[in-house]
């Protein structure tokens, strides 16, 4: 184990919550110095911390704990009927693994994603710098999962590989393509990917019980939630 009480840790002041309106949020982040090693960014995932940028960092609010981590464990995992409709469904998907870089191609399909799916959220309107700055980032575990029928991009999934499973940074994909449920789609091939490369589980980020666009999450049974500094497992 890495001494993880060595790490420092700053607090951001209190901002409006992205995910609840009517709540101040705080967020603490690792030290910005603190080189991203992957043994240490594992061992802060069991600790609920999550990746953006070039940053991990966890939810440290003073009034609230809506925030809950959560993660599929892969090996128990079993896919409803409705899931393996999707996976029957994007049969014809092929997918690779790439290293994170901006290219056209990409940045196209964000922008119609977030313009068409996020236009309410604090990413929009999108930019080629906050792309780059959120999601195109040169580190050993990071990977691009490309998603394609034929040379067609449906989607990337930005995924940390990591020795204790995969994180699940961000996903975006076609709209026009609703039909594919294609977010979904994404979740149960990491899930088999985790499988495939002997991981323990995907971190999908939080859950936030009173928050709409959370509740996809807790569809994948078993689950596991991370509850009073411990993981809780739903069935």
């Known amino acids: 184990m890495t001494e993880l009480a060595r790490l420092k840790f700053y607090a951001t002041q209190p901002h409006p919550c992205s995910y609840l309106p009517d ?15 992957a043994q240490v960014y594992a061992e802060l995932s069991e600790m609920g911390f999550r ?16 925030c809950v981590p959560a993660r599929i464990p892969a090996r128990q995992f079993s896919p409803n009927r409705q899931q393996r409709r999707i996976l029957a469904r994007n049969q014809s998907i092929q997918v690779r693994a790439v290293k994170p870089v901006f290219s056209e191609e990409y940045y196209a399909l964000y922008v119609r994603y977030i313009e068409q799916r996020h236009a309410d959220g604090d990413m929009y309107p999108p930019s080629r710098e906050q792309f780059s ?14 998603f394609r029928e034929q040379d067609r991009l449906l989607a990337i999934a930005v995924t940390d590989v990591l020795p204790n499973g995969l994180s699940a940074v961000y996903t975006f994909y076609e709209p026009e393509e609703e039909r594919r449920s294609l977010g979904r789609f994404a979740i149960l091939w990491q899930i088999g990917e985790a499988l495939r490369l002997d991981l323990q589980a995907v971190y999908l980020g939080y859950w936030i019980k009173n928050c709409r666009k959370m509740n996809y999450k807790t569809q994948y049974r078993p689950i596991e939630l991370f509850v009073n500094q411990r993981w809780v497992m739903l069935t």
């Open 133 to 146: 700055t959120f999601l195109v980032r040169d580190l050993p575990f990071a990977r691009f999962y490309e």
């Open 23 to 37: 709540e101040q949020a705080t967020t603490l982040f690792l030290d910005p110095s603190q080189p991203m090693d």
């Open 51 to 66: 990746r953006s940028g070039d940053h991990l960092y966890r939810p440290h609010c003073q009034r609230c704990n809506a």
